[in-house]
């Protein structure tokens, strides 16, 4: 990490300051139109610390380097002011910038002791990231093979004295930490959604359609994958396990780890949280925090997951690997499918064929694809909604970082079909298959879109996973994250184009 630089927010410092965050940015791989959009970010943001401040703010600039991002820091002194809030339209907006400055588009500003700081923590580019799981499969399998050339005791000592014991502190430490996440994400993004969709008309339709997109497609599709998978009993019975949802005291579901109970819990405290309005102020920014802190612990989780697919793949026999062909493939031709129908809705709404809508939606699918995230690949789908698909840019910024919260159909079926393979394909009424859908739904918009989200979410709801399950899980992960996240970059471009459509046709009445 090089020494902070020090400058004057004037014309010409600002200028080459700027210049020195975008040579920084190409430098660490960052493509030319990326690193111009920090570039001007920071640039904006300079000049209005100049302007509130003065042209003679001292002010200095950190450029840091670490694993898997970079990071730009901007200090000056003077009295608490936030850059970022000018130009915000309404209060309306505020869920969006939180949401692009976990993405790295916007900077986080704080202020202690007389001194601002804007943060801007920018992703690298990850269009490998998939290549590391890969290749922690196939370690394990290769330990595993030489276990077994060494004897034929040697397979279950090694799981038992190290890929178990390995497998099952992994899923304690999941435990601990993901049911939080997911109490204080879900309160804070009720809070988001009920602000967004009561502060515009654009706000209720990103908002309300976005929702509908992402509970009625997983419920679909786990109709459908019960009917492939022959699973009788699609009745509606079994009413009563509603009430199971309201727990006995607050602490014992993130025990139990009971993703219905705490989705409960969260949905309590998310309007406790609006109903006391300014009054609860410190509470909705600590809880804003603390679903800061555990995202962060969620993505380091994610990051520790090739290890896990090392224990894991060694604890399972090779011939079994064929006997996850059949959800692999209803999976990919189920979402396919949907994205097909998707499509030609589209092509009838907005009047285009499907062979030029195509061309414009393709571009960033193989980055989304590569890195198996819809995160990394987020700025590609910013430029190419705007550039490309011509989609007003209120409506872009607005509704593509809340796209990636709500918008989560395919993660959501990937969790749901993942989870009843794994649980045996068991019999059962369509509510419990609903329920694994809507499961998927609250994961899905709480955990990070990155290889190995899905892992962590089948080793959270089903904890106790036997090592081959686990594999099993290991390579759903590898297979359904890549496709998902392409797929579901086509869904979250096709549905702004037709929102845009939407709001146009009521700006005309």
């Not at 309300?208 to 997983?218: D, E, G, I, T, Y």
């Not at 590609?380 to 007003?392: T, Y």
């Not at 593509?400 to 059962?428: E, W, Y």
Request: glycine residues 8%.
């Amino acid at each position: 990490m090089a020494a902070p630089e020090r400058f004057t927010a004037n014309n010409a410092d600002i200028a080459e300051m700027c210049a020195r965050i975008e040579r920084f940015l190409a430098q660490e791989g960052f493509e030319p139109r990326e690193a111009e959009r920090l570039r001007l970010t920071a640039e904006t943001l300079l000049r209005r610390v100049s302007e509130r401040l003065g042209w003679g703010t001292r002010c200095t600039l950190s450029l840091e380097r670490h694993p898997g991002f970079v990071r730009i820091r901007l200090r000056y002194a003077g009295g608490a002011f936030d850059p970022t809030l000018v130009g915000r339209e309404s209060e309306g907006d505020a869920w969006s910038a939180r949401l692009l400055a976990g993405l790295g588009l916007v900077p986080e500003w704080s202020w202690q002791r007389g001194m601002n700081t804007l943060s801007l923590r920018a992703r690298r580019r990850e269009n490998r990231a998939l290549l590391l799981p890969l290749a922690a499969l196939a370690l394990g399998a290769l330990l595993r093979f030489c276990c077994s050339a060494a004897g034929a005791a040697w397979p279950e000592a090694a799981e038992r004295m190290v890929f178990l014991p390995l497998l099952h502190t992994f899923g304690n430490a999941v435990g601990a930490f993901l049911a939080l996440k997911l109490f204080f994400s879900t309160a804070c993004t009720i809070c988001g959604t009920v602000e967004t969709a009561a502060s515009s008309r654009a706000g209720r339709l990103t908002t309300s359609r976005f929702l509908a997109v992402s509970l009625l497609l997983p419920l679909s599709g786990i109709f459908v994958l019960s009917r492939i998978f022959g699973i009788p009993g699609a009745g509606m019975g079994h009413a009563a396990q509603l009430w199971a949802l309201v727990p006995a005291d607050p602490f014992s579901p993130f025990v139990t780890r009971n993703i219905g109970q705490i989705a409960f819990l969260s949905v309590v405290a998310g309007a406790a949280l609006l109903s006391l309005g300014g009054r609860a102020d410190r509470l909705r920014a600590w809880t804003e925090q603390c679903d800061v802190l555990f995202s962060a612990i969620a993505e380091t989780l994610c990051r520790l997951t090739p290890l896990t697919f090392i224990a894991a793949s060694a604890c399972m026999p090779l011939h079994t690997l064929a006997q996850i062909w059949k959800p692999l493939v209803a999976f990919a031709a189920l979402t396919l499918a949907a994205a097909l129908v998707w499509l030609l809705v589209a092509c009838l709404r907005l009047r285009t064929t499907p062979k030029v809508l195509c061309k414009r939606l393709l571009p960033p699918l193989a980055a989304a694809f590569c890195a198996g995230s819809g995160d990394a690949a987020f700025g590609k789908l910013m430029d190419n909604c705007e550039n490309e698909l011509g989609i007003a840019h209120p409506l872009v910024l607005a509704g593509l970082p809340i796209g990636g919260v709500l918008c989560v159909p395919v993660p959501a079926l990937a969790f749901a079909a993942s989870a009843l393979f794994l649980a045996g394909v068991p019999s059962g009424d369509f509510l419990s298959l609903a329920g694994a859908a809507l499961a998927g739904v609250l994961l899905a918009s709480a955990l990070p879109s990155a290889p190995g989200a899905l892992f962590l979410a089948l080793t959270f709801a089903l904890p106790e996973l036997s090592g081959a399950d686990a594999a099993r899980a290991a390579v759903f992960d590898l297979c359904f994250t890549a496709w998902g996240a392409a797929v579901s970059a086509a869904f979250l471009q096709t549905e702004l184009l037709l929102q845009g459509k939407r709001l146009d046709q009521l700006a005309q009445k």
